[in-house]
């Protein structure tokens, strides 16, 4: 059964620190991965999404994710963090063929000032 | 283009009452989207819908749980009795095929 595993729950960060969140998933095909961030008091969003080709794919707001089909791995990272980054990180994964995707249980990021 | 529209924004009812929330997809998209999502965790597929063709329920708890897409278009997702469990955010959301998906702002029930 598909499954997605996010290791952090909460993070605390500094602006300017540089940001990677931990995604891996357990599936045993080829998969569409996603990561959707939720700020606050907003509906979640796409961030950016793997499909395929390069497996480094870049989003909006500076985000990168880089997908390691080796380690089952998704992570997203930002160089630089700014206090608008605020919000609640969720990695998900979709087997090919079909379209149910699994979301991991979300990483809330909060960014000092 | 207007977004995934849903309603209410929030509710509460006391246990055993029925409830409905409501959503509107966005135009063309064929895929309707029910999730779940309880405090501190991700959302939970409850129902995809194709069209008006429900092919995915089987996370749905159909005992007290129901969902419908007449036209393919919009839909309504009930619960009847309500339950203190039931309390939740309950997200609607809708894509083209295998495309991602677009959420709406989400349903927030507050079973008492």
Redesign the interface.
Known sequence: AQS?SQHN?HVILSEAASLELGCNYSYGGTV?L?W?VQYPG?????LL?YFSGDPLVKGIKGFEAEFIKSKFSFNLRKPSVQWSDTAEY?C?V?G?GG????????TRLFVKA | EA?VVQSPRYKIIEKKQPVAFWCNPISGHN?LYW?RQNL??????LI?YENEEAV?DSQLPKDRFSAERLKGVDSTLKIQPAELGDSAVY?C?S?L??S???????TRLTVV
Do not use: W
Request: hydrophobic residues 35%.
């Open positions: 997605v729950h569409n996603f959707y907003q509906h979640l969003q796409l999404k969720f998900a979709r090919t379209f149910k995707t699994i979301f991991g249980a979300g | 977004g895929t999730y501190g965790q991700g959302p939970e597929l995809r995915d997200l959301a894509s095929a295998d991602s998906y677009t959420f709406g702002s989400g």
